[in-house]
């Protein structure tokens, strides 16, 4: 298991079909509908050391959401600044996890509209199999 935080921002939409984002970036450029928390302290090393299947809760003053994905086989995500979740099968060195049973899109309007007025969200995320045992 391992946890971060994220701030919210006022121009989060959720919007994105395909993926979710968090960026250690304090701004959201241009369209960055699948951001969902700027000024993320994840830590790439904490992260590469989960495998399998991940459930992904979301948590910003009580409200919660969650998911699940995949990390890809033998896969380490390398960039430092922004960590991706597909529901597709792309991997590039910005994706984390594949095969997510949500995008940006299907997260809990309310949290979104907390994380629009800049609530910070707790991010933790679980190894399926071990969160089971």
Same mark, same amino acid.
């Given at each position: 298991?391992?946890?971060?935080?994220? &701030?919210? #921002?006022?121009?989060?939409?959720?919007? #994105?079909?395909?993926?979710?984002?968090? $960026?250690?970036?304090?701004?959201?450029?241009? +369209?960055?509908?699948?951001?969902?928390?700027?000024?993320?302290? #994840?830590?790439?090393?904490?992260? +590469?050391?989960?495998?399998?299947?991940?459930?992904?809760?979301? +948590? @910003?003053?009580?409200?919660?959401?969650?998911?699940?994905?995949?990390?890809?086989?033998?896969?380490?995500? $390398?960039?430092?600044?922004?960590? @991706?979740?597909?529901? =597709?099968?792309? @991997? =590039?060195?910005?994706?984390?996890?594949?095969?997510? $049973?949500? =995008?940006?899109?299907?997260?809990?309007?309310?949290?979104?509209?907390?994380?629009? +007025?800049?609530?910070?969200? &707790?991010?933790?995320?679980?190894? &399926?199999?071990?969160?089971?045992?």
């Amino acid at each position: 298991m391992t946890s971060f935080t994220v &701030k919210g #921002h006022p121009k989060i939409t959720g919007e #994105h079909k395909s993926t979710l984002e968090f $960026t250690k970036e304090d701004h959201i450029a241009g +369209n960055g509908d699948c951001i969902l928390g700027v000024l993320s302290n #994840h830590n790439i090393d904490e992260l +590469n050391r989960l495998t399998g299947r991940l459930i992904f809760v979301l +948590n @910003v003053d009580g409200i919660e959401d969650s998911f699940e994905a995949t990390i890809p086989k033998n896969h380490k995500i $390398t960039d430092e600044k922004e960590l @991706v979740i597909r529901t =597709s099968s792309f @991997v =590039s060195p910005r994706t984390y996890a594949i095969g997510s $049973t949500k =995008s940006s899109l299907e997260i809990d309007r309310e949290l979104i509209e907390a994380l629009k +007025n800049g609530k910070e969200m &707790k991010v933790t995320i679980y190894e &399926k199999a071990k969160s089971m045992q």
